[in-house]
């Protein structure tokens, strides 16, 4: 589908792409990752003309792009960006619009594929439609820039950075999204991070940079048992079979678990909790907002006044996250287990550190 050959980008004296040479195949997911200044985001630029290469060739379907005027190119390559780009003067909808506008779409087209697309990123066509984009919060404007990217249904995908500048679980959130959409979609991708565990999550394969070069191209499984040279076993870590649980998910693992209000009595806390060691609370959406302590409850106390009401943004996980993730949730809240919601935040279950662990003991990992 997409085949650089020996590709070259030089800025003076300094060599940004060094003969690189890499081939995505249709409906792949390439994630190009290194040190910053590596030649990454370059590399995705030359891809759409955005950038002209010093030498070598790309390649789409078997057809040099340098043949193709460039903005015919990119009209048919979406490219979504980390900070978005969205333009602050149009709605939601006619930033979408952007490109079926450009290609001259019926507006009962356009109107349809805008519905389409917030339908697919999970935002109500009817609430986000007519908003503007200092109306939503980070995340929602990262979608927004996904679903232009998608507007016109081009088959190639590049992506710089798409999901950063954002909270831990919106990231987790968006990543579980694109992992939804590619599914259903199978665009071609190629997709730009600095985060080796967001690489190796989404990524079919990786091409790991330094300097320009290409140094190991090849499947997140090859990379973390057989990294090519020290340069890559640095990269990614001596914890490389931790990474590995990056690419299992938790929803097999995630068990029902109790929870209270803050409106119930300290009788109906106590029963909950039983053997635990402690509950989660959830608010009248059914919403994590705390925990409460097996050794804080009293009978001449509330549940409101047992309640620890910490982050529960940084503790929860979407049943999207991985088995990494939930380990490194754990380990950073100090917590032996944590809860998961749905897309809507809602407490769903939860997933333990035995599970992880006996994940990892069963060879899953």
């Known amino acids: 589908m997409i085949r650089l050959e020996h590709v070259t980008k030089v800025y003076g004296e300094t060599v940004a792409v060094n003969d690189l040479s890499i081939e995505i195949e249709k409906g792949e997911v390439c994630i190009l990752i290194g040190p910053s200044g590596c030649g990454?985001?370059?590399?995705?630029?030359v891809t759409n003309r955005l950038l002209e290469p010093t030498s070598g060739h790309i390649f789409i379907d078997g057809r040099d792009i340098c043949q193709i005027r460039p903005e015919r190119l990119r009209r048919s390559i979406g490219y979504a960006i980390q900070s978005v780009g969205l333009f602050p003067h149009l709605t939601v909808a006619a930033n979408i619009a952007t490109v079926p506008e450009l290609l001259h779409w019926g507006k009962d087209d356009i109107a349809r594929r805008?519905?389409?697309?917030?339908?697919?990123?999970?935002?109500?066509?009817?609430?986000?439609?007519?908003?503007?984009?200092?109306?939503?919060?980070?995340?929602?404007a990262q979608r927004i820039g996904v679903a232009r990217a998608l507007a016109a249904d081009p088959p190639i995908l590049l992506m710089d950075e798409p999901f950063g500048a954002v909270d831990p679980l919106t990231r987790e959130r968006l990543?579980?999204?694109?992992?939804?959409?590619?599914?259903?979609?199978?665009?071609?991708?190629?997709?730009?991070?600095?985060?080796?565990?967001?690489?190796?999550?989404?990524?079919?394969?990786?091409?790991?940079?330094?300097?320009?070069?290409?140094?190991?191209?090849?499947?997140?499984?090859?990379?973390?048992?057989?990294?090519?040279?020290?340069?890559?076993?640095?990269?990614?870590?001596?914890?490389?079979?931790?990474?590995?649980?990056?690419?299992?998910?938790?929803g097999n693992f995630i068990r029902p678990c109790p929870s209270v209000k803050t409106s119930d009595s300290i009788k109906e806390v106590a029963a909950a909790i039983g053997s635990r060691r402690s509950v989660w609370v959830v608010n009248?959406?059914?919403?994590p907002i705390g925990w409460i302590d097996q050794s804080r409850l009293s009978e001449s106390v509330t549940a409101?006044?047992?309640?620890?009401?910490?982050?529960?943004?940084?503790?929860?996980?979407?049943?999207?996250?991985?088995?990494?993730?939930?380990?490194?949730?754990?380990?950073?809240?100090?917590f032996k287990s944590i809860p998961v919601v749905d897309d809507k935040a809602r407490l769903i279950g939860e997933i333990t550190l035995h599970d992880v662990e006996a994940a990892t003991a069963d060879g899953e990992a």
């Open 40 to 45: 990454k985001t370059t590399t995705l630029r």
């Open 284 to 287: 009248d959406e059914g919403r």
């Open 114 to 140: 805008v519905e389409e697309l917030l339908i697919l990123v999970g935002l109500n066509p009817v609430e986000y439609a007519w908003k503007y984009p200092s109306q939503l919060s980070g995340g929602e």
């Open 304 to 334: 409101r006044e047992t309640i620890f009401s910490g982050d529960i943004h940084e503790i929860a996980l979407t049943n999207q996250a991985t088995l990494r993730e939930a380990l490194s949730r754990m380990l950073g809240q100090g």
């Open 175 to 250: 990543q579980a999204q694109f992992i939804r959409i590619q599914q259903e979609l199978k665009k071609t991708v190629i997709m730009v991070t600095h985060d080796l565990d967001e690489a190796i999550r989404l990524a079919d394969r990786i091409a790991i940079m330094e300097l320009g070069r290409l140094v190991q191209y090849d499947t997140p499984e090859t990379i973390l048992s057989r990294p090519a040279n020290k340069f890559v076993h640095d990269f990614v870590g001596t914890d490389r079979a931790l990474k590995r649980l990056s690419r299992i998910g938790i």
